[in-house]
């Protein structure tokens, strides 16, 4: 497959399409902070293309992982309610932001690089380290505090438009507060190609006290309705492969299907273990690229 000057196995890429979408759907993230990044460092697709195809292959992980997050009663839609709203509008900001970066270029060493690509992978090296160490550590006590309920700081926030979360039993949670990190997430999704599920993951569980299966269900709505806004924001001008997309797609939804199946059955530490490997492993591979740019 041919993508700009780059030639591309169309099997690797859908092997790489139905392993993510496995991820996807074990931790209830789209996958676009595996995606994009490998897709960039991989196989050598140009950024740009590599964050608007990204997203448009989240639309169906998160899609089919959040039918069947719902069957299994897992997951706060009013959570979802409320990040839709900020996500949209932070979609168009974070999209400006790609299209701002453009062609502009910086000296380093005296040697001119293309801006774009190291201010995203800066972004993706420091979103993934932060996302692992909330998750690397376990809990000092020995007990693993991810399969119940508990109070985060952010629940305790007295702000207005207060809601109770009945799913998972919080008390009065702020819809703004809610509303304002979707906003944050819709921003990381247009310009980064991911989600936004891999930073909500830590926020809901950390932040907010939310049990690990009950974070993984919550926000796959607003992980596909923000991944289709960014696809038709991308598209327009023409960020969007669809020969690329296609072949990711191939396989996706069932590995996803297969992955949130697996979540029920697999213990809390060992999701949190698998989880902390996959960061790590796409942080290095990013950090390596980035690397080798720069020196």
Partial sequence: MQIGDVTVSTPALVAL??????????????????????????FHVPLHIAVGTGLCQIVATS?????????AGLGELRVDLGLLGGSVLGVEGGARALS?????????????????PLVLQTAYVLMLGFVWLSFARPSRSGVEPLDYLRFGPLSRAR??????????????????????????LGFLSGLLGIGGGVVLMPVLVHGFGFP?????????????????????RHAMVGNVSLPLAMALLAA?????????RATKRLP???????????????????????????R
């Fill in 63 to 71: 899609l089919v992982s959040m039918l069947k997050f719902r069957r």
């Fill in 159 to 184: 702000l207005p438009l207060s809601v109770r979360l009945p799913a998972v039993q919080l008390p009065r949670v702020s819809m703004l507060l809610i509303a304002y990190l979707g906003l944050g």
């Fill in 268 to 294: 809390a530490t060992a999701l949190r273990r698998g989880f902390s490997v996959v960061l790590l492993l796409t942080m290095a591979a990013v950090a390596w690229d980035l690397w080798r740019k720069v």
């Fill in 212 to 232: 690990l299966r009950q974070a993984a269900g919550t926000g796959l709505l607003v992980l596909c309705v923000t991944a289709a806004v960014g696809t038709a």
């Fill in 17 to 42: 399409g139905a392993a993510v979408g496995f991820v996807g759907g074990v931790f209830g993230v789209g996958g676009g902070f595996l995606l994009t990044p490998l897709l960039a460092v991989v």
């Fill in 252 to 260: 996706a939804p069932v590995s996803a299907m297969l992955g949130s």
């Fill in 100 to 116: 701002a970066l453009g062609t502009r270029t910086v000296s380093i060493g005296g040697v001119v690089a293309p801006l774009a």
